[in-house]
């Protein structure tokens, strides 16, 4: 255990957050370019970190561990992100007639499932888990070409589901 922060000793995570926030802060305004989402990463991942200090270990530093949160708290934001921009450039403004979750995952999901299982696959690799087109390749083992038709057969079917996005407007050609 790291000789100078005791787990689950309140004075020692507060010196901990005071020693470390700036660091952390800093870092992930470096990964995510925008000095608003890096605060509020940099929150989460300290509530987080408080919430878990009982049960921290000592394996690796307090620093470095409360780093290891806030670096997945930045990758939690930045798949949340992609989701988001998913839904703003598929669905259509004045959603009639459903109802939609405050960020329009209910309608997504619900949508994703009306598209052939292989179209999905390829939409849910490349929005959600930010996969390139030869990354979504190897990992269902089909040519870049056959992601590229899923990947616009997807939209397509997808756009009128969600409405608003007009053709073309979703690239699909990361590489």
């Not at 806030?70 to 988001?84: D, G, I, P, V």
């Not at 403004?93 to 292989?118: F, N, S, W, Y």
């Not at 070409?145 to 616009?152: P, Y």
């Amino acid at each position: 255990m790291d000789a100078a922060y005791r787990a689950g000793n309140r004075d020692d995570f507060d010196r901990l957050y005071r020693d470390t926030y700036a660091r952390v802060r800093y870092m992930l305004q470096g990964i995510l370019r925008d000095h608003a989402a890096a605060e509020d990463c940099a929150q989460e991942a300290f509530v987080k970190a408080f919430r878990a200090w009982s049960s921290w270990r000592g394996d690796a530093p307090a620093t470095a561990w409360v780093h290891r949160i806030a670096l997945n708290e930045a990758t939690s934001y930045r798949r949340k992100q992609r989701l988001h921009s998913l839904v703003d450039a598929l669905r259509g403004a004045g959603h009639e007639g459903r109802t939609a979750g405050p960020d329009g995952a209910v309608d997504l999901l619900d949508a994703l499932r009306t598209l052939p299982p292989k179209e999905a696959a390829a939409i849910v690799l490349r929005f959600h888990h930010g996969f390139s087109n030869r990354e979504i390749a190897a990992a269902l083992r089909v040519p870049e070409s056959t992601v590229a038709s899923r990947l616009a057969a997807g939209r397509r079917r997808l756009q009128p589901l969600l409405r608003r996005a007009p053709p073309g407007e979703l690239s699909t050609a990361r590489r």
